[in-house]
């Protein structure tokens, strides 16, 4: 049995979990998320707790997921979802435009991404951003697009990079 499957879901106050037609829906004080149910999972509700149980051992594989979905869902309409993200390199910067980032990486051109719908970006400075929504998936996703765009590079550190992430440096060539 999937221990993380097994997991005991307590729904906060504030937050109501409902299953129709097979797709779960929270809604919290910051919105409201959806998700299928995945195959021959089940959810029982009692009180304020949510069970997952699978019908065979065929979803075996998928209990721990749908468990961790819902609970992230929990999270996201409560609390919500941030990354923080930092452009190194000179002359690089962020630029927030409407419902556009413009980032300049070093291209002959500056790259322009379009700001998916429930995500909000806050430009903290030219060379910070911080991406924030209720969705996990869709800001995780956003802010491994905004990163792809130019990856820090090992010799110099040069590139977007998380807030909290370390590069591990390379020591270049040495002179004979």
Partial sequence: MSRIGKRIIVIPEGVTVTEENNVVVVKGPKGELKQEMLKDISMKQENNEITLERK??????MHGTMNSLISNMIIGVTKGYEKSLEI???GYRFNVQGKKLVINAGYSHPVELEIPAG???EAISNTEI???GIDKVLVGEFSANIRKVRKPE???GKGIR???EHIIRKEGKKAA
């Fill in 88 to 90: 190194v390199g000179v």
């Fill in 162 to 164: 998380y807030k909290d």
């Fill in 119 to 121: 995500l909000t970006v």
């Fill in 154 to 156: 090992p010799y110099k």
């Fill in 56 to 61: 065979n051992d065929a979803a075996k594989a």
């Fill in 130 to 132: 911080k991406v924030s």
